[in-house]
């Protein structure tokens, strides 16, 4: 009932998983944002200093309006005769084309507007506008959709081409896409980076399906029509060159931005926007724009596609699955070892692609595989642990019935004795003289309570010295030694055993105030091989030692009694135990005696009660 409690609960635990890792994967594909994003950035950046700065391309170039064009100009903003001028040089430098990064919003004085309007209208320009979004995207619109823009003067906006700046950043503020396309009041208008890609090419890109065709390349996008951006390095790796700079020296304005793609805007202390990035905490905006344009023309736009972000999914959905089945079939380390190597194969798969330029997901396997592996790696766990505990019980009550040792051998070890075998071991066996008289006095109750101190007596007297109570007869024991498993020692332990249990005997006797009916305690040893086998039914089995050994050390018992002595060992044993490195004193007498139901007598040794005790006997060396 347990185990299929267990089986249903497994089951139900890879159907939740199942479904876990399936829900994220399905909101990964669909672009749905989500708390999984914050880990996906933080996991990003460190894929991206790991593969370290790389060269920008050589055709794009941003005049900045930096501290030194402020001071000179004297104010901020600077006004549009100075942009006109600075236009004027940026066109006679040879410049392909240009981009300003600058609201030019609102009216100024007629001839400065007019002059403005001249010099944008003399090359291709794109100039920017800015949109405002709601701060939640209504779930219909496939592009972004700004609430209202702040577009630049109307002059201006007929001179020269106007496109969107905005930028995706993630929660840490640090931009990671660029729409390249807007929804509009006029319609679906490409972005400011878009624009000024045109200008420079002389031809517009022209959109697919999932990307844009630039020069008859396509360029793979993300969802929405969103560029992934591929940072070059810390602000400055694009090449920056000051707007001042450029006005005084001619030459040097020609050599710097002559049939390259310039992008004009504010890099000046205190103004302008500002970005952190991977590899800098304060990025210009308008290197974060000459980023997404760098990154479309020499086509090292991050690839994550439709097909990357199902790649990602199914790899989220694979390792939640892969890693449950081995917490489920393998042990619960070697499940860890390999659930964390898949983790890690995954991983390194992404930095790899990553540094072809392909943008796989680290998070999402992650997040989608752990909380359900660790939930089931817990269950696993809780099992085991409640099967153990079962286990133990079950052993502990098997000890009450069998003695501990092969209790916890046979729990180890099911087959333990299947097959009987024989081995030399040392029997002894003992029994109390007057008992019978006894349990009739005290009565089932009381006698019963003498018997179990009696056999709590000869358990542990038995255990210190390593013998094996294999079966309690009534008054009597039957001691094993060198059951499971021989020693070199067995009969020495016997023999002693046998003195220390009429010693503790006759203390309990006297302690107990039994003397008057319980005459004697008396005591059989013999040693030789025996059979240790699984007696009874297949389904009701004990473990039980016979053979002659068995026998002969329970008519010693008889011996003893027919000639007064408490202890009754036969040389066999006394031998062993000389052999086994114990060596006997010398006994009182040597017989040799009739054992009933054996043709040939058989030499013993004999000790009184009074003999045995320690003052009266010799038993030199211990083990």
């Given at each position: 009932?347990k185990?299929?409690?267990?089986?249903?609960?497994?089951?139900?635990?890879?159907?939740?998983?199942?479904?876990?890792?399936?829900?994220l994967?399905?909101?990964?594909?669909?672009?749905?944002?989500?708390?999984?994003?914050?880990?996906?950035?933080v996991?990003l950046?460190?894929?991206?200093?790991?593969?370290?700065?790389?060269?920008?391309?050589?055709?794009?170039?941003?005049?900045?309006?930096?501290?030194?064009?402020?001071?000179?100009?004297?104010?901020?903003?600077?006004?549009?005769?100075?942009?006109?001028?600075?236009?004027?040089?940026?066109?006679?430098?040879?410049?392909?084309?240009?981009?300003?990064?600058?609201l030019?919003?609102?009216?100024?004085?007629?001839?400065?507007?007019?002059?403005?309007?001249?010099?944008?209208?003399?090359?291709?320009?794109?100039?920017?506008?800015?949109?405002?979004?709601?701060?939640?995207?209504?779930?219909?619109?496939?592009?972004?959709?700004?609430?209202t823009?702040?577009?630049?003067?109307?002059?201006?906006?007929?001179?020269?081409?106007?496109?969107?700046?905005?930028?995706?950043?993630?929660?840490?503020?640090?931009?990671?896409?660029?729409?390249?396309i807007?929804?509009?009041?006029?319609?679906?208008?490409?972005?400011?980076?878009?624009?000024?890609?045109?200008?420079?090419?002389?031809?517009?890109?022209?959109?697919?399906?999932?990307?844009?065709?630039?020069?008859?390349?396509?360029q793979?996008?993300?969802l929405?029509?969103?560029?992934?951006?591929?940072?070059?390095?810390?602000?400055?790796?694009?090449?920056?060159?000051?707007?001042?700079?450029?006005?005084?020296?001619?030459?040097?304005?020609?050599?710097?931005?002559?049939?390259?793609?310039?992008?004009?805007?504010?890099?000046?202390?205190?103004?302008?926007?500002?970005?952190?990035?991977?590899?800098?905490?304060?990025?210009?905006?308008?290197?974060?724009?000459?980023?997404?344009?760098?990154?479309?023309?020499?086509?090292?736009?991050?690839?994550?596609?439709?097909?990357?972000?199902?790649?990602?999914?199914?790899?989220?959905?694979?390792?939640?699955?892969?890693?449950m089945?081995?917490?489920?079939?393998?042990?619960?380390?070697?499940?860890?070892?390999?659930?964390?190597?898949?983790?890690?194969?995954?991983?390194?798969?992404?930095?790899?692609?990553?540094?072809?330029?392909?943008?796989?997901?680290?998070?999402?396997?992650?997040?989608?595989?752990?909380?359900?592996?660790v939930?089931?790696?817990?269950?696993?766990?809780?099992?085991?642990?409640?099967?153990?505990?079962?286990?133990?019980?079950?052993?502990?009550?098997?000890?009450r019935?069998?003695?501990?040792?092969?209790?916890?051998?046979?729990?180890?070890?099911?087959?333990?004795?299947?097959?009987?075998?024989?081995?030399?071991?040392?029997?002894?066996?003992?029994?109390?003289?007057?008992?019978?008289?006894?349990?009739?006095?005290?009565?089932?109750?009381?006698?019963?309570?003498?018997?179990?101190?009696?056999?709590?007596?000869?358990?542990?007297?038995?255990?210190?010295?390593?013998?094996?109570?294999?079966?309690?007869?009534?008054?009597?024991?039957?001691?094993?030694?060198?059951?499971?498993?021989?020693?070199?020692?067995?009969?020495?332990?016997?023999?002693?055993?046998?003195?220390?249990?009429?010693?503790?005997?006759?203390?309990?006797?006297?302690?107990?105030?039994?003397?008057?009916?319980?005459?004697d305690v008396?005591l059989?040893?013999?040693?030789?091989?025996?059979?240790?086998?699984?007696?009874?039914h297949?389904?009701?089995?004990?473990?039980?030692?016979?053979?002659?050994?068995?026998?002969?050390a329970?008519?010693?018992?008889?011996?003893?009694k027919?000639?007064?002595?408490?202890?009754?060992?036969?040389?066999?044993?006394?031998?062993?135990?000389?052999?086994?490195?114990?060596?006997?004193?010398m006994?009182?007498?040597?017989?040799?005696?009739?054992?009933?139901?054996?043709?040939?007598?058989?030499?013993?040794?004999?000790?009184?009660?009074d003999?045995?005790?320690p003052?009266?006997?010799?038993?030199?060396?211990?083990?």
């Amino acid at each position: 009932m347990k185990l299929k409690l267990y089986v249903c609960l497994v089951v139900l635990a890879m159907i939740v998983g199942a479904v876990w890792a399936g829900s994220l994967a399905l909101g990964h594909v669909a672009g749905r944002a989500s708390v999984l994003d914050r880990l996906e950035t933080v996991l990003l950046d460190l894929r991206i200093h790991i593969k370290g700065p790389r060269e920008a391309p050589q055709d794009v170039v941003i005049v900045a309006i930096d501290d030194q064009t402020v001071a000179a100009a004297g104010h901020y903003p600077v006004d549009r005769v100075f942009l006109t001028e600075l236009v004027d040089r940026i066109r006679d430098a040879g410049a392909k084309a240009l981009a300003i990064d600058i609201l030019l919003m609102g009216k100024s004085n007629e001839a400065a507007d007019t002059g403005l309007a001249t010099a944008l209208a003399s090359l291709p320009t794109v100039i920017a506008a800015g949109g405002q979004f709601p701060l939640e995207r209504a779930a219909a619109v496939l592009v972004p959709a700004p609430e209202t823009e702040l577009r630049p003067f109307e002059a201006f906006a007929e001179a020269a081409s106007v496109g969107l700046v905005n930028v995706s950043t993630d929660a840490g503020g640090t931009p990671r896409h660029i729409p390249l396309i807007f929804k509009t009041d006029q319609g679906l208008a490409p972005s400011f980076g878009m624009l000024a890609v045109a200008g420079f090419l002389g031809a517009p890109p022209s959109v697919t399906a999932e990307g844009i065709r630039i020069s008859g390349r396509v360029q793979s996008l993300d969802l929405q029509w969103q560029q992934p951006l591929n940072y070059y390095g810390k602000g400055g790796t694009i090449r920056t060159v000051s707007a001042q700079s450029l006005l005084q020296d001619a030459a040097a304005a020609k050599a710097a931005i002559g049939g390259r793609l310039v992008l004009l805007g504010v890099t000046a202390s205190a103004v302008g926007d500002r970005f952190s990035s991977p590899f800098d905490p304060i990025l210009p905006g308008v290197e974060v724009l000459s980023t997404g344009i760098a990154n479309l023309l020499d086509g090292s736009v991050l690839l994550r596609d439709s097909r990357v972000r199902s790649f990602d999914a199914l790899a989220a959905v694979s390792i939640t699955l892969l890693g449950m089945a081995v917490v489920v079939f393998l042990p619960l380390a070697s499940a860890t070892i390999v659930y964390l190597l898949l983790l890690l194969g995954w991983l390194t798969v992404v930095v790899i692609c990553f540094n072809q330029g392909i943008w796989l997901n680290a998070a999402l396997p992650i997040a989608a595989s752990v909380p359900p592996v660790v939930a089931l790696a817990v269950l696993r766990e809780g099992f085991e642990w409640f099967r153990v505990r079962r286990l133990v019980a079950a052993r502990e009550a098997l000890s009450r019935f069998q003695a501990p040792d092969l209790a916890r051998r046979i729990a180890d070890d099911p087959g333990f004795l299947l097959v009987p075998r024989e081995q030399p071991v040392a029997i002894l066996f003992i029994d109390l003289a007057g008992y019978t008289a006894l349990s009739e006095k005290l009565g089932p109750a009381r006698t019963r309570d003498v018997l179990k101190a009696f056999h709590t007596l000869v358990v542990n007297e038995a255990a210190r010295n390593k013998g094996l109570v294999l079966d309690f007869m009534g008054d009597g024991a039957m001691i094993g030694f060198g059951i499971p498993d021989a020693g070199p020692k067995d009969a020495a332990d016997a023999c002693r055993c046998a003195f220390d249990l009429v010693v503790a005997v006759r203390g309990w006797i006297l302690a107990s105030g039994l003397d008057a009916e319980i005459r004697d305690v008396r005591l059989g040893g013999h040693f030789g091989p025996v059979v240790l086998s699984r007696l009874g039914h297949e389904n009701q089995q004990q473990i039980a030692a016979t053979g002659d050994c068995v026998n002969v050390a329970s008519r010693l018992m008889e011996v003893g009694k027919s000639r007064g002595a408490s202890i009754v060992l036969s040389t066999a044993l006394t031998k062993a135990a000389e052999v086994g490195g114990e060596m006997l004193g010398m006994p009182p007498r040597r017989e040799a005696v009739a054992i009933r139901g054996r043709v040939q007598e058989l030499e013993v040794a004999l000790w009184t009660a009074d003999e045995a005790m320690p003052e009266r006997r010799t038993l030199s060396a211990t083990n």
